[in-house]
């Protein structure tokens, strides 16, 4: 007999009424697009309102999904910053594509990015690295990330060896870690609504053109 207690992944609804995505109503530009949309869930007051899913792909053909954040976006592109040689490093210097998602619940809203992927500049790497907290930076010198290890004792140990080696001549930039940009040939923009009809948008990319297509829900 089903437990009256437990929630059931398939009896869990909800209506999405909270705004509708026409095409009178966007910009032009996805970037644009994307920025006013980046402004309205941060002045939503959501927490890490740039919290994006990352997917990659292995040599392999096996996909790999992850949760980062943004820290920057322009006409370039979509940048994050991580260790060149995790998972998702190994991953984009083998297949440099990426789709991103960001998903800001309150609003009822998603954005899907899809794209090539580069490395950015190391001037762009040690400007934003230089302006984290000093345990992010030390912490970057700790973390072998996606790599097994020892212990958490091992892990906190190193990261005091770390810190009083570095504390009086400011932390480096490791040279395996680093920034990646991707360049987006497709953005969706989705807005739920009602009996499941949502609202989908997408930009495509065509030469220096963006071409906006509606998309069936």
Avoid at 163 to 188: C, Q, S, Y
């Amino acid at each position: 007999m089903p437990d009256p207690t437990k929630n059931v992944p398939q009896d869990l609804r909800r209506e999405y009424t909270k705004d509708a995505l026409l095409e009178s109503n966007v910009l032009p530009d996805p970037i644009a697009q994307f920025d006013r949309w980046f402004n309205d869930a941060t002045l939503a007051g959501l927490p890490e309102a740039n919290a994006m899913t990352l997917a990659t792909v292995d040599t392999s053909g096996a996909p790999s999904a992850r949760i980062v954040l943004l820290k920057g976006f322009d006409q370039r592109g979509f940048v994050f910053f991580t260790n060149y040689s995790s998972r998702k490093g190994r991953d984009l210097a083998a297949n440099p594509r990426a789709a991103l998602c960001f998903f800001w619940e309150s609003l009822e809203r998603q954005v899907r990015i899809e794209g090539t992927v580069e490395k950015t500049t190391r001037q762009e790497s040690e400007d934003y690295f230089h302006s984290r907290p000093i345990g992010s930076q030390i912490g970057a010198w700790v973390s072998q990330q996606s790599e097994a290890i020892e212990s958490r004792e091992a892990l906190d140990r190193r990261a005091e060896e770390l810190l009083a080696k570095f504390v009086n001549t400011g932390v480096p930039l490791p040279d395996f870690w680093g920034g990646f940009r991707v360049v987006p040939h497709t953005i969706e923009f989705w807005q739920g609504r009602p009996s499941r009809l949502h609202d989908r948008l997408q930009y495509v990319r065509e030469g220096d053109r963006w071409k906006i297509r509606r998309l069936c829900p």
